[in-house]
T-cell receptor
Framework: RKEVEQDPGPFNVPEGATVAFNCTYS??????FFWYRQDCRKEPKLLMS???SGNEDGRFTAQLNRASQYISLLIRDSKLSDSATYLC????????????FGSGTRLQVQP | EAGVAQSPRYKIIEKRQSVAFWCNPI?????LYWYQQILGQGPKLLIQ????????DSQLPKDRFSAERLKGVDSTLKIQPAKLEDSAVYLC??????????????FGPGTRLTVL
């Protein structure tokens, strides 16, 4: 079983749509959680951290359910510029704080 | 502020050849990481440095891969000899200090390696 699992997609949605991505992680001792965005042939960039209480940044909302080991990302009012791969990331080790990435979910927003 | 620099951006080699990648982290960042990203997958950590010491190299295939950060600033990653399955993007990242509460990693543009 992969340490971090995501639906690879692609998710094809029209502009203005709301889209949600889910992610599950295998290690209940995971400490920190993030969503990264990666544009085609570019490097990953931090989109947002994910907290137990849930957090929102503009059109983006991230939630964490530790009991179910589940992380979600909701994008409202999708823009063409949101087209990218969204990587779910956890830290498995409190010592090294190494990032463990999922394989990513590809989003294509269409006009 | 300058970002993480990597070179070369692209490299094509034949199997069994050697190749080296270079990374210059953001100034003042103590922690440096090398990741391998195979097409269709997320990045996988190969090695993590803190200044000039290795924090974690458990996923580095040490029979063919080596990395160093001798002066605690820039770093090189070498593959010798290369195999077809080494074709990937090699990403370098840096952070201020992995022991900090907030430890955002910043990635360089990567080196795209093709092994023929």
């Amino acid at each position: 079983r992969k340490e971090v699992e995501q639906d690879p997609g692609p998710f094809n949605v029209p502009e203005g749509a709301t889209v949600a991505f889910n992610c599950t992680y295998s290690n209940s001792a995971s400490q920190s959680f993030f969503w990264y965005r990666q544009d085609c042939r570019k490097e990953p960039k931090l989109l947002m951290s994910v907290y137990s209480s849930g957090n929102e940044d503009g059109r983006f909302t991230a939630q964490l359910n530790r009991a179910s080991q589940y992380i979600s990302l909701l994008i409202r009012d999708s823009k063409l510029s949101d087209s990218a791969t969204y990587l779910c990331v956890v830290t498995m080790d409190t010592g090294r704080r190494a990032l463990t990435f999922g394989s990513g979910t590809r989003l294509q927003v269409q006009p | 502020e300058a970002g993480v620099a990597q070179s070369p951006r692209y490299k094509i080699i034949e199997k069994r050849q050697s190749v080296a990648f270079w990374c210059n982290p953001i100034s003042g960042h103590a922690t440096l990481y090398w990741y391998q990203q195979i097409l269709g997958q997320g990045p996988k950590l190969l090695i993590q440095f803190q200044n000039n010491g290795v924090v974690d190299d458990s996923q580095l295939p040490k029979d063919r891969f080596s990395a160093e950060r001798l002066k605690g600033v820039d770093s090189t990653l070498k593959i010798q000899p290369a195999k077809l399955e080494d074709s990937a993007v090699y990403l370098c990242a840096s952070s201020s200090d992995y022991r900090s509460t907030y430890n955002e990693q910043f990635f360089g543009p990567g080196t795209r390696l093709t092994v023929l």
